[in-house]
């Protein structure tokens, strides 16, 4: 993957552990000839101090302009100096430290935590821990807590190695090498893959975007063109930027890990699908609906409602005639959509979706046997399928069935099979939001064909998308982002 160098400022603040050949000092760090150097290399700075102009500082400043990859970067050094930039968007926090708070010790007053690497020794800090290390990358992190009427954080200070007590070191030790994997393990044998990509997943999803066969599947058509896939969970966040590009197979959103993973990819210079712009203008009906519009492309009849203005809910049933689909603007897999079928259900099902959001997509009731899923990629047809409605229910997937979800069937045709104005109107779907990988929903009526919406993480699922082209399917997909990040590493535009 890449080349691992640790600096401190001196060489008794590594004698607690063993002798490396990655440990070098900053001096002979800072004294290393500027050459070329073909590999990638991970810079763990331990110094003593970030101070402005110090030594850790310039550690930091002259790996940044070695090209290598350094934690803390100049930026977090510089972050960490701004306490204004404390603002931590963490649910429950004053919960969680109020549970953390030592037995008795409600006149406490302030307490702080150490944490290495995003890693805390309190089980119930372990996600605040993360996300602070997320925003503020840095080796070792005291995270000072204060309370007046709440806890909350007073303050967020790097720390030295040599500042450390015995079980300290032990503790950084251990998350030093879980964060490297290669300190004290043996190297693994050096593949010879041309690029490293990061595939995130989530493994507690319950409706993922691929199967574990498809993953498996990425995986093997990735090593057949020299690109090494790896998968990488939304705790993996630190690790992203070793590598060279990052597939998104986690269900997207704007307020969720996948949105970070893709603007940091994008930030990198990484070659990333899915790219953020993507997932801003796909996950939000709304937006989406508006970017169709604005291009004229045909959509269902589609009123906007908004909270407080009881007169557009009550002109509703005359603009759109019953039955009326509401729908939630991220809603995902058929979720936050409801069927409505008279005014009172009409006032019930609104008042419900209010609770949830400030917007309300409300759109006339198109039945078909099918929707139509067309797979577009880098602005060119993949695959095309149909998924038909479950059974007894006017949805694909249908959520009220009892234990999961459950689906109706599916036909996979090559994309010559699929109707002419079908792929037109789906590349013209696409177009406005870019040229990754999305699925277009449409819909086909005697008298009409529409959009019904565009994801920018559409399903691939083994035995069910890929069941025309096989492992062609992956391959493609696969040799795309071989595209990119061969035109990437020559610093052209893909």
Not at 14 to 36: C, E, H, I
Not at 107 to 114: A, F, K, R, S, V
Not at 121 to 127: C, G, I, K, Q, R
Not at 277 to 282: E, N
Request: glycine share 6%.
């Amino acid at each position: 993957m890449s080349r691992l160098v640790i600096v401190v400022e001196k060489s008794s603040d590594w004698g607690s552990y063993y002798p490396s050949d990655n440990v070098v000092t900053a001096q002979d760090y800072l004294k290393q000839a500027l050459g070329a150097d073909d590999e990638r290399t991970q810079v763990i700075n331990l110094c003593r101090s970030y101070k402005y102009l110090g030594t850790g500082y310039y550690v930091s400043l002259l790996a940044e302009a070695r090209g290598h990859k350094v934690i803390p970067s100049v930026r977090a050094i510089n972050d960490l100096r701004r306490r204004s930039l404390y603002g931590l968007d963490i649910e429950d926090l004053n919960a969680r430290l109020g549970n953390f708070l030592p037995a008795g010790g409600r006149d406490t007053t302030d307490l702080g935590i150490l944490v290495y690497f995003g890693e805390t020794s309190y089980p119930a800090l372990e996600d605040l821990a993360r996300q602070v290390f997320e925003l503020f990358p840095c080796p070792i992190l005291r995270l000072e807590f204060e309370r007046e009427r709440v806890w909350q954080i007073a303050a967020i200070k790097p720390t030295g190695l040599h500042t450390l007590a015995d079980a300290q070191e032990d503790a950084f030790a251990q998350a030093l090498d879980k964060f490297s994997k290669k300190l004290w393990r043996k190297p693994r044998a050096r593949r010879k893959f041309r690029f490293d990509l990061a595939m995130l997943i989530d493994p507690d999803e319950s409706m993922p975007p691929s199967n574990k066969r498809a993953l498996k599947a990425f995986v093997e058509a990735g090593a057949e063109l020299g690109i090494e896939v790896d998968s990488l969970t939304r705790n993996d966040y630190t690790k992203l930027a070793e590598y060279d590009g990052l597939f998104i197979r986690a269900t997207t959103a704007l307020d969720n890990s996948t949105y970070r993973f893709a603007n940091k990819a994008e930030k990198e210079d990484m070659v990333v699908i899915d790219d953020p712009s993507s997932i801003l203008k796909c996950t939000n009906k709304i937006y989406l609906h508006d970017l169709l519009k604005s291009r004229k492309l045909a959509t269902p009849r589609t009123e906007i409602l908004y909270r407080d203005e009881p007169k557009k809910l009550a002109e509703l049933p005359e603009l759109l005639g019953f039955p009326i689909v509401l729908k939630i603007p991220d809603g995902s897999f058929s979720r936050g959509i409801v069927k409505v079928e008279n005014a009172d259900q009409l006032k019930r099902a609104v008042d419900d979706l209010f609770q949830h959001t400030a917007l309300v997509l409300a759109q006339e009731f198109m039945f078909t046997q099918f929707d139509w899923r067309i797979g577009v990629l880098n602005r060119e047809p993949l695959y095309a399928c149909k998924y038909f409605m479950s059974r007894g229910h006017w949805q694909i997937y249908n959520h009220g069935a009892k234990g999961t979800a459950k689906s109706g069937g599916f036909e996979t045709l090559p994309t010559r099979a699929v109707p002419a104005d079908v792929l037109k109107l789906a590349l013209k779907a696409t177009a406005p939001i870019g040229d990754g990988l999305y699925g277009v929903d449409l819909k086909q009526t005697d008298e009409r064909l529409v959009v019904i919406e565009v994801n920018d993480n559409p399903s691939i699922d083994a035995g069910v998308e890929d069941a025309y082209l096989g492992e062609d399917l992956y391959r493609r997909i696969m040799d795309e982002f071989l595209r990119r990040m061969q035109r990437k590493r020559m610093g052209l535009s893909h």
